[in-house]
């Protein structure tokens, strides 16, 4: 059988090659805070995504990391249109999806997938793995006939490594490692350009990530596929990622391609973050400076102000305390929020 | 073959306690479990020492059996369906295992304290910090309320708790996550424990947050002269804190070395397909991870022979039918492995 999946992305991946695939612009995703019960009244916003603007272009990861609360995965959600952004442009294959009603976000979702982290939740236990995988042709009218539809999930179980016979199985036969193997084949059914994966390997044993990782890897380059990776490992983001974002509070406070990020942070948050990361080398880990900041990410409910990472920081000055640093171009493509880099 | 692996870390058995003699002698322990598939073996002729003053990482993945290690030390498995069946765990020259409970209640929060890894769940949501932190000087201690509270100050402010004294009567809701860790730390620190078992402390935390509770627990260990146990599946984590690391698989010990061994020359092919497989903050970029393959082995299901033969590149058929026993390859490095790698 000819891999028509190889062929139809390379396929789409030629007509529009204008412009990067995905373009968020000053993207806000804002709670409101309610209080009472019969007459609500809104007390306070949470802003848990407040001004994010970054590219990803084709065939590329973007990393996006970040602590519990940074507004990483909220970002990911507002993009997929499963939260509904409070402002800013989403830009995808050329058209702003932002303010799409539920019909056009159908037709855009095909091309626009998710992984999830968790693989024992996302799977649905009464459905078979076949049907999971296919749901997505069936949903989007695309299934064909049962001869071809089978024949498409045959296709997908083996593109993720699995054997086509483990369709007539159920989720709960199935390790975490493979459960998330038949999640990214769903996600792959409709032959989308961006995949959205959101911690697809935290919940995985250590020796399964590996394989996992690998996959991921081996579809981006047999498929052309573009991921938005979110993640808090640093050392799985670094091996999976072209460009990584970082987020603090709702804001991006860097954004570097891999090497630069990784050979010289300049943000004083990223520094932090890998001086955090131990690294499994005992003899190096004995040398290494160990520069742990203080204090934990505060509420986004009341954001410092200033600069949001003032309170944690060890260089923070006086105009930190007061004065917001936008995200400023340097050279190379990287991007700081930090007075110390103006 | 019990008596191979005991033999050839206990041998020769040490005298109870002289001076020298490790804190912790775990011999010979299994754990088992009833479940709906039959008898689950856990933990599985598990033997290890911890010396006055040393931390201990026991490392593995999920099903190896290293939280029921743990949690079998304190005897704190539930039972049914859990049971120890044999073993004994030399505590200070004392088995605990043959303790009545009464007297192993004295122990636990007192000479051996253990921190879990989800502080919200194993705080009281109905008790003020202040009570919580304070009961074990109260319990063991049998120290007034008025001392036990003072002491709580004292522990919380050692457990770098910004303004301790007002937050004693905070309920453990109003504490952030790291912060609550930082209370299961004081509360296992009230009595001075001559060891602490943490299992998995800082996985529910951030980054930045796990690193400060680790190193908070390694200094406060330090200064005590208190032993720990770590549990942990990262390997990171290990070679920060560690100074020996005990390799679980499939409810069995299949390497232990001191770490600085354990990582430049591990002799075990599962240690060595954990180290080839996680990528590093300082590793090459753009090499493919090399993955160990297969699945996690199946404790109801496991096979014959070695654990790990079934993942094993080099497994003979020797591995597939025999139970290798652990065996020293140099002073205080030990694998269960017949391949001579």
């Known amino acids: ?342 | 073959m019990a008596v191979v692996s005991e033999q050839t870390l206990t041998a020769p058995r040490p005298a109870p306690a002289p001076a020298k003699a490790p804190l912790l002698q775990v011999r010979d322990l299994v754990t088992t479990f009833r479940t709906d598939r039959g008898k689950v073996v856990a933990v599985d002729r598990v033997s290890f020492d911890v010396a006055r003053g040393e931390t201990v990482a026991i490392v593995g993945e999920s099903g190896s059996g290293k939280s029921v290690t743990a949690l079998s030390i304190l005897r704190l498995i539930p039972n049914p369906p859990g049971r120890i069946e044999q073993g004994e765990v030399l505590f200070d020259g004392r088995d605990l295992l043959k303790l009545s409970d009464a007297e192993v209640r004295a122990i636990r929060g007192n000479s051996i304290a253990m921190i879990f890894q989800e502080p919200m769940s194993s705080l009281n949501p109905a008790l003020t910090v202040g009570m919580q932190v304070g009961e074990p000087a109260n319990l063991h201690r049998k120290a007034s309320w008025a001392t036990a509270f003072a002491r709580a100050k004292e522990l919380l402010s050692k457990a770098a708790i910004p303004d301790a004294g007002s937050r004693l009567n905070s309920y453990p809701h109003q504490y952030s996550g790291g912060m609550r860790q930082r209370v299961m730390i004081a509360m296992a620190l009230a009595c001075d424990p001559k060891l602490i078992i943490a299992d998995e402390p800082t996985t529910a935390l951030d980054v930045t947050v796990q690193a400060q509770i680790l190193a908070l627990l390694k200094q406060l260990t330090r200064e005590a002269n208190s032993s720990l146990i770590l549990i942990t599946h990262d390997l990171g984590v290990v070679a920060r804190y560690a100074d020996r690391v005990v390799v679980m698989y499939g409810g069995r010990i299949v390497e232990t070395a001191p770490a600085i061994d354990l990582y430049t020359k591990p002799r075990h092919p599962y240690t060595r397909g954990l180290m080839a497989s996680i990528p590093r903050l300082d590793g090459d970029t753009g090499q493919r991870l090399v993955p160990i393959e297969g699945q996690p082995p199946d404790l109801a299901n496991l096979p014959k022979g070695c654990a790990f033969a079934p993942r094993c590149q080099s497994a003979t058929d020797r591995c597939r039918q025999e139970r290798p026993p652990l065996e020293a390859v140099s002073d205080r490095h030990y694998k269960a492995c017949f391949l001579d790698a």
């Open chain 1, 1 to 342: 059988m000819p891999d028509t999946v190889t062929t139809q992305a390379a396929a789409t991946a030629a007509d529009t090659t204008a412009g990067p695939l995905l373009r968020v612009e000053d993207l806000k995703v804002h709670f409101p805070v309610l209080k009472g019960v019969v007459v609500q009244k809104q007390v306070a916003t949470v802003k848990a995504v407040d001004g994010v603007s970054f590219t990803l272009n084709r065939g590329e990861t973007l990393g996006l990391v970040g602590e519990s609360g940074c507004g990483k995965s909220t970002t990911g959600l507002a993009i997929l249109r499963m939260l509904k952004p409070t402002s800013g442009r989403i830009v995808f294959e050329g058209e702003d999806i932002a303010r799409h009603d539920k019909g056009r976000m159908r037709r855009v979702r095909q091309r626009l997938q998710m992984v999830y982290q968790d693989p024992y939740g996302s799977l649905d236990p009464r459905m078979k793995v076949g049907d999971i995988v296919g749901e997505p042709l069936v949903v989007h009218g695309v299934a064909g006939d049962k001869a071809a539809y089978r024949a498409r999930i045959a296709e997908l179980i083996r593109l993720v490594g699995l054997l086509p016979d483990m369709a007539e199985r159920y989720p709960h036969e199935f390790s975490g490692g493979q459960r998330q193997r038949i999640g990214i084949a769903r996600a792959l059914a409709l032959n989308p350009s961006l995949i959205i994966c959101d911690e697809p390997v935290s919940a995985l044993d250590v020796s399964i990530q590996a394989q996992v990782v690998n996959l991921f890897m081996e579809l981006q380059e047999r498929l052309g596929l573009a991921y938005l990776f979110i993640a808090h490992d640093l050392s799985v983001v670094r091996h999976i990622s072209n460009r990584i974002a970082v987020m603090y509070l709702g804001r991006i406070v860097e954004i570097a391609t891999r090497d630069q990020l990784y050979k010289e942070p300049l943000h004083p948050y990223t520094q932090a973050l890998m001086a955090a990361v131990p690294i499994p080398d005992p003899v190096l880990e004995a040398t290494r400076p160990q520069q742990i900041i203080t204090g934990e990410v505060p509420s986004a409910l009341r954001p410092p102000p200033g600069c949001r990472f003032h309170p944690r920081c060890p260089h923070a000055t006086a105009t930190c305390k007061t004065e917001d640093p936008p995200l400023r171009d340097r050279s190379g493509g990287r991007a700081v929020a930090c007075h110390l880099h103006a």
